[in-house]
């Protein structure tokens, strides 16, 4: 298996023992799989989305409604600042980066927020993600630990269905051990569609959770609403990150959000091990 730089991932190699992860460890291989590093979004591809967020493209807002002016320039620096992008905007093509040591100051704070909301006992927990091919598995990983630990997980509008239409068919909310997705004549698909999101917080009225932790329009929905909310967030999706800034985002994780599942073992493991050592 390569890891899409030249580098042949041996089994020893992604699979290393369960022994705690130093700083040094984890950043060495968020590079090496390019979580972050760099990572296989093109800086073409980070620009051309920042310019649509600057424009209030819906696609791009996640469901968020932003209070700032948020230029294209402004939105640049934010993920400079937030992601680790080169801020230089004269750098038009090529490649792009995720500063590494960003991604596990994000892992960690969001760890302490999780911690935070286990404490209080008994916790409504919503879990959802748009990348199933991806991020899944860390969703997964932390909502077994917060059932562990007392967390009431919630699964509002299961089966709730609705017309896409840029895809010109039906999508449904569908669960995997209690993480919301959307599913596509039984395939689960990506999506940054938040209306998903409210759908559920609709049917679950005045019994909000008390921690939605997602990405994407799942989100940046329950971010609007008030929601405490924590997420991931590719470097070419920066609608979260500004929510985070205008204070509707809790924790932002930036990452490739979409690489092999098991490559974020790792970095699930640290966060797995920042919210016990916080309990």
Known sequence: MSDGGGHRLTAPELRRPASPLTRDDLREHLVRTRIAGDVATSRENNLDHYRSLSNRDPHHMFGLTLEGHWSY??????????????????????????????????VEAMGDTIAGVLRTGSPRILFATGHPTGLLTVHMAVARLAREHGAV????????????????????????????????????VHSHDPAPMRAMLDELGDDRPDLVIADHGWAGAAGEAGILTVGFADSNDPALFVGEDEGKIAVTVPLDDNVLPRYYDPLTRHLVERVVRAL
């Open 153 to 188: 997980l919630m699964g509002p509008a299961e089966g709730w269905s609705y017309w896409s239409a840029g895809f010109g068919r039906r999508r449904e909310i569908r669960y995997m051990d209690d993480v919301a997705m959307l599913a596509d004549r039984g395939t689960f």
């Open 73 to 106: 320039r402004d939105v640049l620096a934010l993920m400079a600042k937030s992601a680790g992008v080169v801020a230089d905007p004269d750098h038009r093509e090529g490649q792009d980066v995720i500063d590494p040591d960003r991604t596990i100051d994000a």
